[in-house]
């Protein structure tokens, strides 16, 4: 098991000084995985004065967990927490314990971990692998088993069944079926985390190669009901076969999760949001002789939705922004490529109208449309991505500065003020007409228009010559 020199450097300077010390935690277990993992974990029995005073003439250190009894190291590939072996009171907020005092065994401090396969104690020097818990057997599992009493474990923490979605999605590991039933059973005490938690927690996961994976088992151990009760609600509504054979809304926005693979995180949990106006707006009629539902103005109210849902959790204020934006205008896009130029401008100074039109495609990729006989109907995404194409390229042409302020006044001859800013819009909007692609086009545009200028002043002289 390799580790960097700075690793192996502390636990050799404290075993010297007689303290048993261990790399334990995520980078034993990922070492095994052959997961490469730079923010190392040690456990010794040396208290935090003796751990400062044996390594601050070699490392930089930061004390902010002192109080818990960790001590970190900074260095050029990732930062090293050092933490003492402890025990461990009554966790009376959910989160941590009333007390702490420190113990000189290994196996006492492994008790208060959360999972088995974060429990593994490694001495790099002897080579030894301490596993009281079977984490090894677990990870040839590939399961997830927490520490002792699931039970016990999660009442101290609630955010450790989140951390064990996480890990059954990152891993691809099933959690333990009988560690799974008391998630299922306690999935309410998630409401004793604070909101900042677990918005980080879900970020991680929705951030995941594997996030689909790991919307379904928040779904499955009863958190996501919990979180987000306005997603759960999906699935008590309908969709026709017509336009939504793939089932309820809540199936809908699971299958659209499928086609998110290049989203960034902002995007993805547009996605999940999008359809959440549609619990409040179905309306049952008849198209095409075919039973149908529809739901007018979802999109604005699932806009609203999600704008109590952001004051609940902390999104910033560019996730708020842009996600808003997305949900509102989801049903917005014209399927029609006959552009004028004033629709053309305006698609040029959106930003975000490139991940609206991928929103729409996942979105209609994750709607499966049926005939009369009830067949599926293949689709065509071509006008979709035609728009995208067009949105890419007057966008990126919007975006090159041709020329500046100045130049415009020295070829102009005018004076600085509101009237350059008019003109360089001006350019800006033939390049995107294409008319004006570099830098020599905008200038000999702008000779131009001073030529016409005063030819046109010129010829409004002409009427006063005598």
Not at 345 to 356: I, R, S, T
Request: aromatic share 10%; net charge positive.
């Amino acid at each position: 098991m390799k580790y960097t020199d700075e690793i192996l450097k502390v636990c050799s300077l404290l075993k010297a000084k007689g303290y048993p010390t261990y790399i334990v935690g995520g980078a034993v277990r990922d070492t095994f995985l052959g997961i490469e993992n730079y923010d190392v974990d040690i456990a010794t029995a040396a208290n935090p004065s003796i751990i400062k005073k044996a390594l601050a003439r070699k490392f930089k250190i930061y004390t902010a967990g002192e109080k818990f009894g960790t001590i970190g190291l900074v260095t050029k590939k990732g930062n090293i927490e050092i933490t003492t072996f402890r025990k461990e009171g009554v966790y009376k907020d959910f989160r941590r314990p009333n007390r702490v005092s420190f113990t000189s065994s290994a196996e006492a401090d492994s008790k208060r971990r959360d999972f088995t396969i974060n429990a593994m104690y490694y001495d790099p020097q002897s080579k030894d692998l301490l596993d009281w818990h079977n984490g090894l057997s677990d990870l040839k599992k590939k399961e997830i088993r927490f520490v002792g009493s699931a039970e016990k474990r999660i009442k101290e923490d609630p955010l450790r069944m989140l951390r064990a979605v996480r890990f059954a999605t990152k891993l691809g590991f099933k959690i333990n079926k009988k560690d799974f039933a008391v998630i299922q059973k306690h999935s309410k005490l998630i409401h004793k985390t604070s909101k900042q938690r677990i918005k980080e927690e879900l970020d991680r996961i929705l951030m995941d190669q594997k996030f689909a994976r790991g919307l379904e088992l928040l779904d499955q151990t009863l958190l996501l009901r919990e979180i987000f009760p306005a997603v759960d609600n999906l699935k008590k509504v309908k969709q026709s076969k017509d336009f939504h054979a793939e089932g309820n809304v809540f199936k809908h926005t699971l299958l659209a999760m499928k086609f998110a693979d290049d989203f960034d995180l902002i995007m993805r949990y547009a996605l999940l949001f999008h359809d959440l106006g549609k619990v409040s707006t179905a309306q049952a009629k008849k198209l095409a002789e075919r039973k149908h539902i529809s739901f007018p103005g979802h999109a604005h109210v699932g806009a609203l939705i999600f704008e109590d849902i952001s004051k609940d959790f902390p999104f910033t204020k560019e996730e708020k922004r842009k996600i808003s934006y997305l949900i509102k205008h989801h049903m917005d896009l014209l399927r029609n490529m006959q552009l004028p130029l004033k629709v053309l401008v305006k698609w040029a100074q959106n930003e975000d109208l490139g991940d609206l039109i991928r929103l729409r495609i996942a979105d209609s990729k994750a709607s499966l449309r049926t005939d009369k006989a009830g067949h599926l109907v293949k689709k065509d995404f071509g006008e979709y991505i035609k728009m995208f194409k067009i949105w890419s390229k007057v966008r990126a042409a919007w975006q090159l500065d041709l020329i500046s302020g100045l130049k415009v006044q020295k070829i102009l001859k005018i004076k600085p003020g509101p009237h350059v800013g008019f003109i360089i819009r001006e350019i800006k909007v033939r390049q995107v007409q294409g008319s004006i692609k570099n830098k020599r086009d905008a200038e000999k545009y702008l000779r131009l228009r001073a030529l016409k200028s005063v030819d046109k002043a010129r010829k409004s002289l002409d009427k006063y010559q005598f």
